[in-house]
């Protein structure tokens, strides 16, 4: 605790200290940019006094909402001048007396014709903040080519990725959709990198969004063109760490006035070596009291993704888009687990060496169709979609299980096992959003949102007898799982004081969703059936302190709902000494939520930091338990209540032309009340945890960039101890080749091979400590072309990246 009040307070410090620092008031000119009905993106803002225009006073990029400001402006008479590639450039005179002045909406115009002659100098801004979150650009990430969206989360700021792929937000899972839609791509190893387009994380969700987002939302925005004309790319990648490893993606796109055609490819294949080591202790057992085990791990993965997008705008106010994406995974593991069990006296009790090969086949297809209808007011819109997601999982297991004496000798002969764990699933969205405008200050959302889950196990263990192989009814069974879930929402959003550069901004908003949902196994073993509605209110209020510098309250309350891996019943045996399965039982978590954020942009520096506060009741989380048998069950559980406070910071800096960084710090504490659980004084009742990461970049020469990326995660409290800290540093490069349309790239993970997972356990019936390596270091390769018919490569340099 005192050293969480250090925390806190140097926090305060830093914040006192950059309000009299930065207080002083500097001249300013804004606006938003659109092209007549949404906020245009990277727009060069250039401003030239009129008495030498050969000079520049001022220079900025417009933002992810349309928004630029130039500062530290001297009264003059200037020329205005706003480009970007596909639009006609505009020069506009402007008489400046100081101040700070508010040009409004300015709508740019598309011209084709100008494509030939325009160079863009600038470059996708890595982090972009937006009034929930912030937007990652996945363009300025060369560290983690030839990675998957996992590997591409560990370079994010404020997102925490352990060694397992594990990922979290502020202490939590948070929610993830793809383009903004539930997906049945739920592993995030299933997309590659290569096909990521930008990463948005919402801390703050209003009431718009689903309430099952107790830490916040990562939305995955995939790669789609929307440049006129016919464009492409390819890239290719090769590396290796304890195993050789490649990747490809090829990008194709051609567009019209009317038409837009799009199509993707991309595929990954590697090698991976794993080593875990296990020691646990069961205090009141005697004959399986020490047990040491170590496993081996060698496995070969596969993943391909297709994507097909074609859209059709008919006029200005209507536009339709269809996207298909199919998605084939495929892993190969085969595992050898030795275990030596010894008495309370350290005597020999048994040995055996337990081998798998799991072979797991997953193809996943996702349909979308999407209306878009804008109205002569830009502050009415109507949007609706309907998507369907269909996912097919096999996986089957062969086991062959070898006991041994003292002396290292096969006791009798292997026992045999065959298990197959088959998973079909659908998730279905049908969704109308429609916002529209209520008085000239506010503005009002709504909508509804179905979401429809079919989801349906079936888990078969099978026993060598006699020469065959014999099910075993006690260890098989289905599991099927059906869910509706309806919402509707209203938010009002609104703003005291001038229309472009408000004082108050405030929203608030109500969710209802209905919740139905029913599972059961197929001998009965396990069911249940849940029905209710929950009301989920949010609301914000931001104070505008100066155009670049505002404070921000925000309310929500929220839910957790368990997911099908927390639900499905299954026992997953191939560790037997250390099962793990769902819980079908378990209580969603209701969580209220508040924050207070801290958001300052200077012409090199940008400045946010959020204290928040979460409590939820009826909490989930892994628990272990020490059966009779000697064997340690790890399943979810309803463990009470928790209590989580913190600090999170983001600071981006460019100090130098050649030099940029960004900083972030998350910092919680946890008090957790167990009384949901037997054996409650096992539970670790607070825990402090935190962790950051930085990421450098550096421009050395013309073309060429070079990314360090390090990132640390202190120990994190589990209910019954904790896991160990993680630290990793990535490094990626860059050159840009011939005209700046083919690049070559080096990428080197975990640098310093630190990268490993485990934790820690103690408890009154028994303690464990377990770690995981895997070959994380590596070293890939890459070369990316792109290609445009009708205009210069090195213009694509903004607009359509291959990175």
């Known amino acids: 605790m005192k ?70 402006i001297d009264p003059a008479d200037y020329i205005l001048k706003f480009r970007l590639i596909g639009f006609k450039t505009i020069n506009q005179k402007i008489k400046y007396s100081g101040s700070t002045a508010a040009l409004g909406n300015i709508v740019l115009q598309e011209d084709a014709n100008l494509l030939n002659t325009v160079v863009v100098k600038s470059e996708k801004k890595q982090i972009q903040k937006t009034a929930e979150g912030f937007v990652f650009n996945a363009v300025s990430n060369i560290s983690q080519s030839g990675g998957t969206a996992t590997d591409m989360l560990k370079s994010i700021p404020t997102v925490a990725v352990d060694a397992e792929g594990g990922i979290t937000l502020r202490g939590k899972s948070p929610m993830i959709l793809i383009n903004g839609k539930n997906s049945a791509i739920t592993n995030m190893d299933q997309i590659a990198a290569s096909s990521i387009e930008s990463i948005e994380i919402i801390t703050n969700p209003t009431a718009k969004y689903d309430a099952n987002a107790e830490s916040g939302i990562i939305n995955i925005k995939l790669k789609k063109n929307n440049l006129s004309g016919t464009n492409g790319a390819v890239a290719l990648g090769a590396g290796f760490g304890a195993k050789g490893r490649v990747n490809s993606s090829a990008l194709f796109n051609h567009k019209t006035e009317k038409w837009n055609f799009g199509l993707g490819y991309d595929n990954r294949f590697a090698g ?4 875990i080591n296990a020691d646990r202790t069961n205090y009141f057992i005697n004959d399986e009291h020490y047990i040491h085990q170590n496993r081996n791990d060698e496995r070969t993965e596969g993943l391909q993704n297709l994507k097909l997008n074609i859209d059709f705008s008919p006029n200005e106010k209507n536009s339709f888009s269809f996207e298909a994406l199919g998605n084939i995974e495929t892993q190969d593991n085969d595992e050898t687990l030795y275990t030596q069990v010894n008495t309370s006296a350290n005597a020999f009790f048994s040995n055996n060496r337990r081998h798998s090969l799991e072979l797991e086949r997953s193809k996943v297809g996702e349909l979308a169709f999407t209306y878009d209808r804008k109205f002569s007011d830009e502050r009415k819109n109507l949007n609706t979609s309907i998507t369907s997601s269909f996912g097919k999982h096999r996986e089957n297991t062969d086991i062959d299980t070898y006991n041994y004496d003292e002396y290292q000798q096969q006791i009798d002969g292997a026992l045999l096992q065959r298990t197959h764990n088959y998973e079909n699933q659908n998730i279905s969205n049908a969704i109308v959003n429609y916002t529209f405008p209520i008085s000239e200050k506010s503005i009002i959302e709504t909508g509804y949102k179905g979401t429809f889950r079919f989801f349906n196990s079936d888990f078969e263990s099978a026993d060598m007898i006699n020469g065959e192989y014999v099910v075993n009814p006690l260890a098989s069974n289905t599991f099927k799982f059906n869910e509706q879930i309806n919402a509707v929402y209203g938010l009002m959003n609104s703003y005291i004081g001038d229309s472009e550069n408000p004082k108050w901004k405030y929203n608030l908003g109500l969710r209802a969703e ?14 249940f059936n849940n029905d209710y509605l929950k009301i989920f209110p949010s609301a914000s209020l931001q104070l505008n302190l100066k155009p670049e510098e505002f404070i921000k309250l925000n309310y929500s309350k929220r839910i957790n709902r368990p997911d099908l891996d927390d639900l499905n019943p299954f026992i997953d045996i191939t560790d037997a000494l250390n099962p793990h399965g769902g819980n079908p039982y378990l209580k969603p978590e209701i969580i209220h939520i508040a924050e207070i954020s801290y958001n300052k942009n200077w012409k090199n520096y940008s400045f946010s930091t959020n204290a928040f506060y979460r409590n939820a009741t009826d909490a989930i989380r892994q628990y ?39 900083i972030s710090l998350t910092a919680f504490q946890q008090n957790i009340n167990a009384n949901n659980l037997p054996q409650a004084e096992d539970v670790v009742s607070n825990a402090f945890s935190w962790y950051g990461k930085v990421i450098n970049n550096f421009v050395p020469w013309k073309g060429g960039k070079l990314q360090i990326i390090g990132n640390y995660n202190s120990a994190v409290a589990t209910p019954q101890g904790k896991r160990i800290p993680i630290y990793n540093v990535d490094m990626g490069f860059q050159q840009k080749l011939g005209k700046g349309n083919a690049r070559l790239g080096l990428v080197v993970t975990d640098m310093f091979n630190t990268l490993e997972s485990g934790y820690k356990n103690n408890t009154l019936l028994f303690s464990n400590h377990r770690t995981n390596k895997s070959d994380t270091r590596a070293l890939m390769v890459t070369f990316a072309y792109t290609f445009r018919s009708d205009f210069k490569e090195k213009l694509l340099e903004n607009q359509f990246s291959t990175e």
């Open 3 to 72: 050293k969480w009040k250090q925390n806190l307070l140097a926090a305060i410090i830093l914040f006192v200290i950059s309000q009299y620092s930065f207080s002083q008031k500097t001249n300013s000119i804004n606006g938003i940019i659109t092209d007549g009905k949404t906020p245009i993106e990277f727009v060069d803002v250039v401003l030239k006094p009129v008495s030498d225009t050969t000079k520049t006073a001022a220079y900025a990029i417009t933002d992810a909402s349309g928004k630029f400001i130039l500062e530290n």
């Open 624 to 662: 272990a338990q020490l059966l009779d048998n000697g064997v340690v069950l790890l399943q979810p559980q309803n463990i009470g209540s928790t209590v989580t406070y913190g600090l999170e910071t983001i600071f981006s800096l460019k100090p130098v032309g050649f030099y940029d960084a960004n």
């Open 272 to 275: 991976r070596t794993k080593k």
């Open 514 to 527: 209905n919740v139905s949902n029913t599972g059961a196994t197929q001998n009965n073993s396990d069911r």
